[in-house]
């Protein structure tokens, strides 16, 4: 993958023209093919060739689907993005207690008090705004209603505490990820 | 560890019974949505356990996984089916 | 090992009685939602976690397969999770619904 980076760099202008670029039809097709090997599960010569040829064809016909324009800093992305998921885990873990112990609560009419907040972000890309929603919606407490490609968020909170709490540091580091600016 | 899985399944099935109440007397449509979809995806855990308990995890791994994927489509679908009915209940109050 | 995958189970099945409950109790669909959405994503992933460490008794590469299904289970419900939930209550916000409210419950 490291070395099909340089070409694909290398040669951006000349792909637009004609609509076909090399790195992520690769990328298409190790996933594909990696999806056909662990939900086929056997080793056969006949069933790796029908797989290959198969994922070949997808590839092809869908290599711009799935990564449809790839940037220099993609690794990097990436790395940062496994590093954000354990801490997502961990928040989301967090607060799926607290709201446990609201839904077992005997008095649960007066403690939550739902309503929806408003508030505008400064992110850019599709990815960071579509990886904040569904953060959003994954926490307990919040829901996105609705997530404008400008930035502006409607959020669902069920209780106060939850709402408080809301576009602080969760935006801080998808931000991060994402290299935007906050 | 058998009969422990047992228990575990005869549970899941009893905790089913829950939202299908939801699903029965929901005041709207959305809300037996939401039963279906709480009821799918205890599904999918107890489709592992059967596998457990018949020892063809292996098989029974692939239809949890379609099913997986079939509980998504059908909330998809439903929600967007609902989607242009204004007015279910009250007058639309975001514009 | 075994205490590993049934404290994982009991975690699971906690969260699914909570999200079960929470769908009876809370008063429209919108805070209902909450608990059905989440609660249920997190009890799948801890059965599914303690079921795949019981599958991992017997080491072949079938069952390492088997495992990486099932880790392809949770991944799936944690992109679809929240997608359906938002579907639903898009649904309900242009259908028009309007969020039940502490003032309005009080009146």
């Not at chain 1, 446990?100 to 649960?108: A, D, K």
């Not at chain 2, 829950?18 to 279906?36: A, E, H, Q």
């Amino acid at each position: 993958m490291v070395s099909a980076n340089g070409p694909a760099q290398g040669s951006e202008s000349a792909e637009k023209e004609t609509g076909f670029s090399f790195f992520p039809f690769l990328i298409t097709f190790v996933l594909m093919f990696v999806t056909w090997i662990v939900l086929s599960g056997k080793f056969d010569a006949l069933l790796l060739g029908l797989g290959v040829i198969s994922s070949l064809m997808i590839a092809y016909f869908f290599h711009d689907l799935l990564f449809p324009n790839v940037k220099p800093g993609v690794m990097r992305v990436c790395f940062k993005f496994l590093q954000f998921i354990p801490w997502l885990i961990l928040e989301i873990v967090k607060a799926n207690f607290h709201l446990l112990f609201l839904v077992f609560h005997p008095r649960m009419k007066e403690m939550i008090d739902p309503h929806i907040i408003v508030f505008k972000t400064n992110l850019k890309s599709d990815l960071a705004i579509t990886t904040l929603a569904n953060s959003i919606t994954l926490t307990p407490g919040t829901i996105t209603v609705t997530a404008s490609r400008d930035g502006v968020f409607r959020v669902h909170a069920i209780d106060r505490p939850s709402a408080e709490s809301l576009p602080g540091v969760m935006l801080e580091k998808v931000a991060n990820v994402f290299g935007e600016t906050l | 560890m058998i009969i422990f899985f047992s228990c575990v399944a005869i549970g899941l099935c009893l905790l089913m019974a829950l939202p299908l109440v939801r699903c029965l007397f929901g005041p709207t449509v959305l809300d037996r949505l939401i039963g279906v979809n709480a009821i799918g995806s205890k599904t999918v855990v107890l489709l592992l356990l059967i596998g457990f308990l018949y020892e063809r995890v292996d098989m029974f791994v692939d239809i949890a996984l379609a099913y997986a994927f079939l509980n998504f489509v059908a909330v998809i679908a439903a929600s967007r089916y609902f989607h242009k009915r204004k007015g279910l209940y009250e007058e639309s109050f975001m514009d | 090992m075994d205490i590993l995958v049934i404290i994982c189970l009991v975690l699971g099945f906690l969260f699914f009685l909570g999200g079960a409950v929470g769908i009876l109790r809370m008063p429209d669909f919108y805070s209902s939602l909450h608990p059905a959405g989440k609660l249920d994503t997190l009890g799948i992933l801890a059965m599914v976690m303690g079921l795949a460490l019981y599958n991992l008794h017997h080491f072949s590469l079938e069952a390492v397969l088997v495992s990486i299904k099932m880790f392809l289970i949770v991944f799936f419900v944690f992109l679809s999770s929240p997608t359906a939930t938002h579907s639903i209550v898009d649904a309900g916000m242009r259908a028009g619904l309007r969020p039940w409210t502490q003032k309005k419950g009080k009146e």
